[in-house]
């Protein structure tokens, strides 16, 4: 049971097994022996590791399964018996076009991926312990002769891969590179698929002293899988260089890169980063897949009074339009939304972007390249010779950018931009520490907006509860919503488990009224800026989160994750 889950361990208090008080005892103990949660509670003799086991299929609402003396005969046709090792399962039962696979891991959504893709059948979970599950493999070994090797991830050793020497004098020819990678290719194609499968942001591959470890940015929230074995990382890594057209002999320094595969009759763009650690490099995948993005503003989830208010601001004939939130947070989407909205033939847009996501037809994009001098104050003086009408900056990093972007704003252009702020006061905030004058905010910006992505229930299986006014006080939320139904993620099939499928749009706009650059040119401190922008018609990014809870579109924990 490698897989630590917060879910899991509210199913183990709730089940009485644990004490929250006993939680940090657990987490101490975990790391003075370098055990994994669940690991630990068995290691202190808190509960047998089966009737954990059992307690734990209970709380997921899976069958536990004692497979230990299942009928072996046959199962070697079905999968081979070092992917059950590795991935820890073991098939129980076809019916039809179904599956049933026992599985220690749940979350090993890689292994019943790679099941699926076998057999091409569909695959029905079912839970067994570490224990059961390794009598029966072991009985299973007498009957393993000869092993195919069906896949690269089944039966790999290290005697099967040339890696790319880490240290060479001469440079390596692509096409040298993926003959001698065909292992890593297979492995690299396959972490690639997952990801855009599982409709993932991001993959990140990290290297340990004596494991690996891949994981997926889905909805915002990183999930771990199975991995390849340690001896592929460095071939792995190699493999993403050539994809990026990076250098593979240098691993001593940063490097980013590009490419694109078609996967799933669609191509989709991968921006990659890698960066040296301890044990290796590790690499950050972007996934861009231009077909799971809506670039339209009415469908981003916004409320109609704040999509009316976006509208408003963009729509003036020039000044500055700030959205901020921290990395991840879909300010990029809600620019590029923009510009899908106000765009026209009688319009000149031009962006700089570091980097350009993606490409908008019939709108000039500049990608920012520091390396032959392209920064972004650079690019933003050479654009202005170009008459633009509407300028969109990626991010403004320094003050040289955003002195430029004011003065574009001051001289009739309309500025789009994104700042790394917490609120939407907090950008006055963070553009005067930057030496901005405060004449200059309020002369040339129209509006802020700080935005969130809030995980919405999945609706096959969100389970309603009445708010009582007991709970009201103990979480903090309005009175006004005591009394109404919300719902609680539980977990299905559809949603992987998870409780949750997909995400919106939370935002709080403020404009920029005469009350509020009143309040700015006289220095007010942030509090009071929020304040009076309330006044003015603001409402809070919590009670934006709080109003869609209310619908049924999300949890209230995931309200208090996002607006904590």
Known sequence: MAWLKEELVEILIKEEIISRDLIPKIVSFSRQKNLDFFDAIVEMKVIDKEILTMVLAKGLRLPFVDISRL????????????????????????????LTLAVVDPWNYMAIDEVRARTEKQVAVCLTSEAHLQRLLSSLDAEDSSVELHDILDDLSEEDIELVPERSEEQ??????????????????????????LKASDIFIEPFEKHMRVRYRVD???REVDSPPRHLHEAIISRIKVLGRMDISEHRLTQDGKFRMKIGGRIIDFRVSIVPSTFGEKACLRILDKGAVMLDLDNLGFFDDTLEKIKRCVRRPHGMFVVT?????????????????????????????DPVEYQLRGINQVQVNPDVGLTFASALRSILRQDPDIILIGEIRDFETMDIAIKAALTGH???????????????????????????????????????????????????????????????????????????????????????????????????????????????????????????????????????????????????????
């Open 220 to 222: 915002g929230i990183l």
């Open 325 to 353: 939130g921290p990395t991840g947070s879909g300010k990029s989407t809600t620019l590029y939304s923009v510009l899908r909205y106000i765009d026209s033939p009688e319009k000149n847009i031009i962006t700089v972007e």
């Open 172 to 197: 390596t020819s692509e096409e040298d590179i993926e003959k001698k990678m065909a292992p890593a290719v297979k492995a690299v194609n396959r972490i690639v698929e997952m990801g855009v499968n």
């Open 414 to 564: 309309m500025v789009l931009t994104t700042l790394h702020t917490n609120t939407a006061p907090g950008a006055i905030v963070r553009m005067s520490n930057m030496g901005v004058e405060p004449f200059l905010i309020t002369a040339s910006v129209v509006g802020i907006m700080a935005q969130r992505l809030l995980r919405k229930l999945c609706d096959s299986c969100k389970e309603p509860y009445v708010m009582t006014e007991e709970m009201a006080d103990n979480i903090g939320i309005p009175k006004e919503y005591v009394g109404q139904t919300f719902y609680r993620p539980i977990g299905c099939k559809k949603c992987l488990n998870l409780g949750y499928k997909g995400r919106t749009n939370v935002a709080e706009i403020m404009l920029m009224t005469q009350t509020i650059r009143n309040m700015i040119a006289k220095g007010a401190e942030e509090p009071d800026i929020k304040n009076a922008a309330i006044d003015e018609g603001m409402r809070p990014m919590r009670d934006d989160a709080l109003k869609k809870a209310a619908m049924g579109l999300t949890s209230i924990e995931e309200v208090f994750r996002i607006t904590v």
């Open 71 to 98: 009928d072996t005969s046959g199962l070697l046709d079905i999968l081979p018996l070092d992917m059950m090792k590795r991935y820890k399962i073991c098939p129980v039962s076809i019916v039809r076009d179904v």
